[in-house]
């Protein structure tokens, strides 16, 4: 009982996390086709900022709930920055070529990036454990719940309620769908495409730093951080389907739980349960499970 | 062995979409069939159906006499059909003679066997058979040709070249002439079915010139809402009043029946 | 032309092979490992020319890297051609088992599917304790039928053994493109409909280019086993795929040497990053990448294309 209990709490955390990282790179897979390999870079960014952030702000007598929204806002900032500089600087020369190449130019682009981040941080590992301390603990029944967990749980859920509405209910989300759909038939009726790749894109790098940012202080921002995302990330949108912000949020359950059943029970399959999961799903829904049905061809 | 393709009672249906039913139809070798209706009267499915793209929820389709229901594309064109497409689909980075050799290459020799598999690609026979194909079809300007660059009325013919050098004994061209002026419909329609003629082809043609389907075919299948509504000698069909309201909507003059 | 190809290629190995005792330890053992990795990106090539770029290719060097060393370690097996052709097998066996699956993906799902295979060996091989985990083991150097060099010896055998081994790939894979079943990649490519309407299983063909592919991926982590002398679980992280598909992109897909020349070219490189500029040999790598991407699409092999293009008279 205690078990299913450990299993539930930690696998919803998990899933946080996962969709806290996936959701950015869904939404730009779903609106340029683009895997972006610089999803990890983001994230990277994101939690050495974060680090950055609570090295400056704690310990010095101002209010914690400052020190998270600095944290957090620092990373979207450095995420917008770079997200904007990478989409009109080199992403737009690439734009039209195949999806594997681009996908290929964004790898390269990753590449660089750890090594600018070496430049700029150090290979040194970072510590920002500060907001995690400072958020406390809960006990509930045998368990100890810390409530920074808590809270990364409830800014998933916000964000996905968010993303549900502002896709479905605001002009600009409306767009984003039209031009996931089909982007040649939306261009033909006037969508500003290249706004809103831009945006999109300036989007998905912000969450992506957001990501980083709210997973630094459980984590050791070191080199190498960004590598092991991506590979994540992929593997939930794989699963929930390219585009699919439901997907996302539903594949990160489905990983988040599986993963966490592995650790309490199996911790062998501890580390691969999220590929095969993945290869599972791929074989039944080549797609993911929330996408469309493709067109006839002939 | 009297028809070469017998369709009994076939049907298709897509969830609660009724895309094709009843339908039943014998054809003799070497008939000319030209099959008209509106778009999504269901003549692109019947022709998916019996080409393997797409299985028969009911009914069967009997090639020379075997069974070929819900058989693979592959395995259909194995047996001697073979088609072409609305939209030309052809190989763009290579010349137009590459894609017949590839064509030729593939029909050659029985099928999925290792020797198969590893013979050369450029065989003399082969280069041969593409020369040939390109000769028939009128092409030869282009021969050389990057088939991405090339003018819509060549794209369809090579196509068409490609659906044929593998010599087979039935024939369906779904939209032949679709994309093509006016002018050079009728062009383009002498060429390919001399060429075809030459090789002793049963035809079935999609099309939706009533003109052209007059001075070519032998013999009309009307499509409507999934079913044949008409089925004859083109006089007879077009003339049919519920096929001049359903599908061609005017009156079409007596062409002449010069047939090729 | 496909003649005279081979004869330059036979030229080039021979030569390679000559002049070993005047080369200094340190490129000799560099060459080595980066023909190695050839035969790795030599199986990229077959998939990338028709159209399909693996993400976990990964995974066929570790399986062949693992056979290898766990042969050696359990079987006592120390002979290197048994060991080769052993890891080219077992590595061969799993893409075929793959295959019935992954052949029917292509683009970005073909790409991610073969990654999330990679990272499962991976995920499995750190959890191995038995396996020695994340450090992995190490690998007994071999022998070859019956001699057991040492020190600078071990070098040239490796050496010889590699070149030898890269030099009948290269010639079967040659004489493969020319095949109808090699030269369907395009075709296959450009308009898979269309294939599969002239009658041909594209899945099969494809399914036996990634056994191939997954044999010569063995080959070459055998090979890479072999004269490392070590094999541990990163061999088959996705970082490592990347390595191999970086290869083929600065190379270019186009030919058989384009393998060979663009690993040599890549290790070269790679190494004098490392050496000069520790801390950007990434930054570099990746600039280099995202340059040829940019403008080079073809790869550097392209050069050699256009170079002999416009030497052709116009038919």
Same mark, same amino acid.
């Given at each position: 009982?205690?078990?299913?209990?450990?299993?539930?709490?930690?696998?919803?955390?998990?899933?946080?996390?996962?969709?806290?990282?996936?959701?950015?790179?869904?939404?730009?897979?779903?609106?340029?086709?683009?895997?972006?390999?610089?999803?990890?870079?983001?994230?990277?960014?994101?939690?050495?900022?974060?680090?950055?952030?609570?090295?400056?702000?704690?310990?010095?007598?101002?209010?914690?709930?400052?020190?998270?929204?600095?944290?957090?806002?620092?990373?979207?900032?450095?995420?917008?920055?770079?997200?904007?500089?990478?989409?009109?600087?080199?992403?737009?020369?690439?734009?039209?070529?195949?999806?594997?190449?681009?996908?290929?130019?964004?790898?390269?682009?990753?590449?660089?990036?750890?090594?600018?981040?070496?430049?700029?941080?150090?290979?040194?590992?970072?510590?920002?454990?500060?907001?995690?301390?400072?958020?406390?603990?809960?006990?509930?029944?045998?368990?100890?719940?810390?409530?920074?967990?808590?809270?990364?749980?409830?800014?998933?859920?916000?964000?996905?309620?968010?993303?549900?509405?502002?896709?479905?209910?605001?002009?600009?989300?409306?767009?984003?769908?039209?031009?996931?759909?089909?982007?040649?038939?939306?261009?033909?009726?006037?969508?500003?495409?290249?706004?809103?790749?831009?945006?999109?894109?300036?989007?998905?790098?912000?969450?992506?730093?957001?990501?980083?940012?709210?997973?630094?202080?459980?984590?050791?921002?070191?080199?190498?951080?960004?590598?092991?995302?991506?590979?994540?990330?992929?593997?939930?949108?794989?699963?929930?389907?390219?585009?699919?912000?439901?997907?996302?949020?539903?594949?990160?359950?489905?990983?988040?739980?599986?993963?966490?059943?592995?650790?309490?029970?199996?911790?062998?399959?501890?580390?691969?349960?999220?590929?095969?999961?993945?290869?599972?799903?791929?074989?039944?829904?080549?797609?993911?499970?929330?996408?469309?049905?493709?067109?006839?061809?002939? | 062995?009297?028809?070469?393709?017998?369709?009994?009672?076939?049907?298709?249906?897509?969830?609660?979409?009724?895309?094709?039913?009843?339908?039943?139809?014998?054809?003799?070798?070497?008939?000319?069939?030209?099959?008209?209706?509106?778009?999504?009267?269901?003549?692109?499915?019947?022709?998916?159906?019996?080409?393997?793209?797409?299985?028969?929820?009911?009914?069967?389709?009997?090639?020379?006499?075997?069974?070929?229901?819900?058989?693979?594309?592959?395995?259909?064109?194995?047996?001697?059909?073979?088609?072409?497409?609305?939209?030309?689909?052809?190989?763009?980075?290579?010349?137009?003679?590459?894609?017949?050799?590839?064509?030729?290459?593939?029909?050659?020799?029985?099928?999925?066997?290792?020797?198969?598999?590893?013979?050369?690609?450029?065989?003399?026979?082969?280069?041969?058979?593409?020369?040939?194909?390109?000769?028939?079809?009128?092409?030869?300007?282009?021969?050389?040709?990057?088939?991405?660059?090339?003018?819509?009325? /060549?794209?369809?013919?090579? $196509?068409?070249?490609?659906?044929?050098? =593998?010599? &087979?004994?039935?024939? *369906?061209? %779904?939209?032949?002439?679709?994309?093509?002026?006016?002018?050079?419909?009728?062009?383009?329609?002498?060429?390919?079915?001399?060429?075809?003629?030459?090789?002793?082809?049963?035809?079935?043609?999609?099309?939706?010139?009533?003109?052209?389907?007059?001075?070519?075919?032998?013999? /009309?299948?009307?499509?409507? $809402?999934?079913?044949?509504?008409?089925? =004859?000698? &083109?006089?007879?069909? *077009?003339? %049919?009043?519920?096929?001049?309201?359903?599908?061609?909507?005017?009156?079409?003059?007596?062409?002449?029946?010069?047939?090729? | 032309?496909?003649?005279?190809?081979?004869?330059?290629?036979?030229?080039?190995?021979?030569?390679?092979?000559?002049?070993?005792?005047?080369?200094?330890?340190?490129?000799?053992?560099?060459?080595?490992?980066?023909?190695?990795?050839?035969?790795?990106?030599?199986?990229?090539?077959?998939?990338?020319?028709?159209?399909?770029?693996?993400?976990?290719?990964?995974?066929?060097?570790?399986?062949?890297?693992?056979?290898?060393?766990?042969?050696?370690?359990?079987?006592?097996?120390?002979?290197?051609?048994?060991?080769?052709?052993?890891?080219?097998?077992?590595?061969?066996?799993?893409?075929?088992?793959?295959?019935?699956?992954?052949?029917?993906?292509?683009?970005?799902?073909?790409?991610?599917?073969?990654?999330?295979?990679?990272?499962?060996?991976?995920?499995?091989?750190?959890?191995?304790?038995?396996?020695?985990?994340?450090?992995?083991?190490?690998?007994?150097?071999?022998?070859?039928?019956?001699?057991?060099?040492?020190?600078?010896?071990?070098?040239?055998?490796?050496?010889?053994?590699?070149?030898?081994?890269?030099?009948?790939?290269?010639?079967?894979?040659?004489?493969?493109?020319?095949?109808?079943?090699?030269?369907?990649?395009?075709?296959?490519?450009?308009?898979?409909?269309?294939?599969?309407?002239?009658?041909?299983?594209?899945?099969?063909?494809?399914?036996?280019?990634?056994?191939?592919?997954?044999?010569?991926?063995?080959?070459?982590?055998?090979?890479?086993?072999?004269?490392?002398?070590?094999?541990?679980?990163?061999?088959?992280?996705?970082?490592?795929?990347?390595?191999?598909?970086?290869?083929?992109?600065?190379?270019?897909?186009?030919?058989?040497?384009?393998?060979?020349?663009?690993?040599?070219?890549?290790?070269?490189?790679?190494?004098?990053?490392?050496?000069?500029?520790?801390?950007?040999?990434?930054?570099?790598?990746?600039?280099?990448?995202?340059?040829?991407?940019?403008?080079?699409?073809?790869?550097?092999?392209?050069?050699?294309?256009?170079?002999?293009?416009?030497?052709?008279?116009?038919?």
């Amino acid at each position: 009982m205690l078990t299913a209990f450990a299993i539930v709490t930690d696998g919803l955390v998990y899933a946080a996390y996962l969709f806290l990282v996936a959701v950015g790179l869904t939404l730009i897979f779903g609106v340029m086709k683009i895997l972006n390999v610089t999803h990890g870079s983001f994230y990277a960014f994101g939690a050495y900022g974060a680090a950055t952030a609570v090295g400056i702000y704690w310990d010095r007598g101002l209010p914690d709930a400052g020190g998270f929204l600095f944290m957090v806002l620092l990373a979207m900032a450095i995420g917008l920055v770079i997200g904007l500089i990478l989409e009109r600087g080199i992403l737009r020369l690439v734009y039209g070529k195949d999806e594997v190449v681009i996908v290929l130019v964004t790898y390269a682009v990753f590449l660089i990036l750890e090594d600018v981040i070496t430049l700029i941080w150090g290979p040194r590992s970072y510590a920002a454990y500060q907001p995690m301390v400072a958020a406390g603990n809960v006990d509930v029944g045998n368990l100890t719940l810390a409530n920074y967990d808590i809270g990364l749980v409830v800014l998933a859920a916000l964000l996905a309620v968010l993303s549900f509405f502002a896709l479905k209910r605001t002009r600009f989300g409306r767009l984003l769908a039209v031009v996931i759909f089909d982007r040649e038939t939306a261009a033909a009726f006037g969508v500003n495409v290249t706004v809103v790749y831009t945006i999109t894109f300036a989007i998905g790098a912000i969450l992506g730093a957001l990501g980083g940012a709210v997973m630094a202080p459980k984590i050791s921002v070191t080199l190498g951080i960004g590598v092991e995302v991506i590979v994540l990330a992929f593997a939930v949108v794989a699963i929930g389907g390219m585009g699919s912000v439901e997907g996302a949020l539903v594949g990160a359950l489905i990983v988040g739980i599986c993963r966490a059943a592995a650790v309490h029970l199996v911790p062998q399959i501890e580390l691969f349960i999220i590929y095969g999961v993945m290869a599972l799903v791929l074989a039944f829904r080549p797609y993911g499970l929330f996408t469309r049905a493709q067109p006839r061809k002939i | 062995m009297s028809a070469i393709l017998s369709v009994r009672d076939l049907e298709k249906t897509f969830g609660s979409i009724v895309a094709a039913r009843d339908i039943t139809v014998d054809i003799p070798p070497q008939q000319r069939v030209g099959i008209i209706g509106a778009n999504g009267a269901g003549k692109t499915t019947f022709i998916n159906m019996i080409t393997g793209y797409l299985k028969p929820s009911k009914g069967t389709v009997r090639f020379e006499d075997r069974d070929i229901t819900g058989h693979s594309t592959r395995e259909i064109m194995r047996s001697g059909i073979s088609r072409s497409f609305q939209v030309a689909q052809i190989f763009p980075s290579l010349t137009v003679f590459d894609n017949i050799c590839a064509a030729a290459a593939i029909a050659r020799g029985p099928a999925g066997t290792l020797g198969h598999a590893l013979r050369p690609l450029r065989a003399p026979e082969t280069m041969a058979e593409a020369d040939a194909a390109i000769e028939l079809f009128q092409i030869a300007r282009y021969r050389n040709t990057r088939a991405a660059t090339l003018p819509q009325g /060549v794209r369809k013919l090579l $196509d068409i070249a490609m659906a044929v050098v =593998g010599w &087979p004994r039935l024939l *369906l061209l %779904d939209e032949p002439t679709s994309g093509i002026s006016i002018e050079e419909k009728f062009a383009l329609m002498d060429v390919v079915m001399t060429a075809l003629k030459s090789r002793q082809m049963t035809v079935l043609f999609v099309e939706h010139d009533m003109e052209i389907v007059s001075r070519f075919a032998d013999r /009309v299948l009307a499509f409507y $809402d999934g079913t044949v509504i008409a089925d =004859g000698p &083109p006089d007879v069909a *077009l003339s %049919d009043p519920r096929v001049q309201t359903l599908i061609s909507g005017t009156k079409v003059a007596k062409a002449e029946s010069a047939h090729v | 032309m496909a003649t005279r190809a081979n004869l330059v290629g036979a030229v080039c190995f021979i030569l390679l092979a000559a002049i070993a005792p005047a080369l200094p330890g340190w490129f000799l053992s560099l060459t080595t490992i980066a023909f190695a990795n050839a035969l790795v990106v030599l199986g990229l090539i077959i998939l990338w020319r028709t159209g399909l770029v693996p993400f976990g290719q990964a995974l066929y060097y570790c399986a062949g890297a693992y056979t290898v060393a766990l042969l050696a370690r359990w079987f006592k097996v120390s002979d290197a051609f048994v060991l080769i052709i052993l890891g080219g097998v077992i590595a061969g066996l799993i893409a075929f088992l793959i295959g019935f699956l992954l052949a029917r993906y292509r683009e970005i799902f073909f790409a991610m599917l073969s990654l999330a295979l990679s990272m499962i060996l991976y995920g499995v091989l750190v959890k191995t304790e038995s396996l020695g985990s994340t450090d992995g083991f190490s690998v007994e150097p071999p022998t070859f039928l019956g001699w057991a060099p040492h020190g600078q010896a071990l070098g040239f055998a490796l050496y010889w053994l590699v070149l030898a081994v890269c030099a009948i790939s290269a010639v079967l894979v040659s004489a493969y493109f020319r095949t109808a079943a090699g030269a369907l990649a395009v075709p296959i490519r450009d308009n898979e409909i269309r294939v599969e309407f002239l009658g041909v299983s594209v899945n099969r063909l494809i399914h036996i280019k990634l056994v191939i592919a997954g044999t010569l991926g063995g080959f070459g982590g055998a090979l890479g086993a072999m004269t490392i002398g070590h094999v541990d679980p990163a061999m088959s992280y996705w970082t490592t795929s990347g390595g191999f598909v970086f290869v083929t992109i600065l190379a270019g897909a186009g030919s058989v040497a384009a393998a060979f020349v663009g690993s040599l070219v890549f290790e070269i490189v790679r190494s004098i990053a490392v050496d000069v500029l520790p801390g950007f040999w990434q930054l570099i790598l990746g600039s280099v990448l995202l340059l040829t991407i940019l403008f080079l699409p073809e790869g550097l092999g392209s050069i050699a294309t256009r170079f002999r293009r416009s030497k052709e008279p116009a038919t």
